[in-house]
């Protein structure tokens, strides 16, 4: 009777585990949890080890690919409203990769991660921002400094011309002033002119006389 209580047990849970077996993969569940499980204190195991203005090295270690050894990355500009993946298959004994064609100042996120799962986890993401490019920033610098000349030397053009313009506009009054004081004769002028005149006409007359009697 014991043998036979025991038989229909073990049946009952051999039942079960049958039943449950079809919806619960271990691989699809194992990688929706990890996928879903937010990083807490775990280190990512992707890293962006040299940065420039247009390229980057990422590296990742065997945890970041899958049982084949191959590697799935995705990496997009965060600052693009369509958020346009990039994808790239890394092939097996590959752990770093480089990206090219990249925007200076841009902040990109790069994930490496196994291609079995849908969504990257993650650990297996991260963000970097490239450097601003040195052509860039000389031709900017170049050109700050050719608009910043101009523009002192209009200045010291515009004040150059306003201290002739005052000048020229202070000579044209004093010529002026001078010119109507020498046209203008008053009436004491002219009196006392007359005598002057009037003196000289006898004098002339008196030495016509004197010539005339000799």
Same mark, same amino acid.
């Given at each position: 009777?014991?043998?036979?209580?025991?038989? @229909?047990?073990?049946?009952?849970?051999?039942?079960?585990?049958?039943?449950?077996?079809?919806?619960?993969?271990?691989?699809?569940?194992?990688?929706?949890?990890?996928?879903?499980?937010?990083? /807490?204190?775990? !280190?990512?195991?992707?890293?962006?080890?040299?940065?420039?203005?247009?390229?980057?090295?990422?590296?990742?270690?065997?945890?970041?690919?899958?049982?084949? /050894?191959?590697?799935?990355?995705?990496?997009?500009?965060?600052?693009?409203?369509?958020?346009?993946?990039?994808?790239?298959?890394?092939?097996?004994? !590959?752990?770093?990769?480089?990206?090219?064609?990249?925007?200076?100042?841009?902040?990109?996120? +790069?994930?490496?991660?196994?291609?079995?799962? +849908?969504?990257?986890?993650?650990?297996?993401?991260?963000?970097?921002?490239?450097?601003?490019?040195?052509?860039?920033?000389?031709?900017?610098?170049?050109?700050?400094?050719?608009?910043?000349? @101009?523009?002192?030397?209009?200045?010291?053009?515009?004040?150059?011309?306003?201290?002739?313009?005052?000048?020229?506009?202070?000579?044209?009054?004093?010529?002026?002033?001078?010119?109507?004081?020498?046209?203008?004769?008053?009436?004491?002028?002219?009196?006392?002119?007359?005598?002057?005149?009037?003196?000289?006409?006898?004098?002339?007359?008196?030495?016509?006389?004197?010539?005339?009697?000799?």
């Amino acid at each position: 009777m014991q043998l036979v209580c025991g038989t @229909i047990n073990l049946l009952l849970v051999l039942g079960k585990t049958t039943y449950s077996l079809p919806n619960s993969s271990p691989t699809t569940d194992s990688a929706i949890r990890f996928a879903e499980d937010p990083i /807490g204190n775990r !280190t990512r195991r992707v890293s962006v080890e040299k940065v420039s203005s247009r390229a980057a090295r990422i590296e990742w270690g065997e945890g970041s690919t899958g049982d084949d /050894g191959f590697s799935r990355m995705l990496y997009h500009d965060l600052a693009d409203e369509w958020r346009l993946q990039k994808h790239v298959m890394i092939k097996p004994e !590959t752990r770093s990769y480089v990206l090219v064609n990249l925007k200076p100042r841009t902040k990109y996120e +790069v994930c490496v991660f196994d291609p079995k799962f +849908v969504h990257p986890p993650r650990v297996d993401c991260v963000t970097f921002k490239t450097k601003d490019d040195s052509e860039a920033f000389e031709f900017r610098v170049k050109a700050w400094g050719i608009v910043g000349g @101009i523009g002192l030397f209009l200045l010291l053009a515009g004040a150059v011309y306003r201290v002739v313009t005052r000048y020229r506009k202070r000579r044209r009054r004093n010529r002026g002033n001078n010119a109507n004081g020498a046209n203008l004769i008053t009436v004491s002028d002219q009196l006392a002119r007359e005598p002057e005149e009037s003196t000289s006409d006898g004098r002339e007359r008196s030495t016509v006389e004197i010539l005339s009697r000799e």
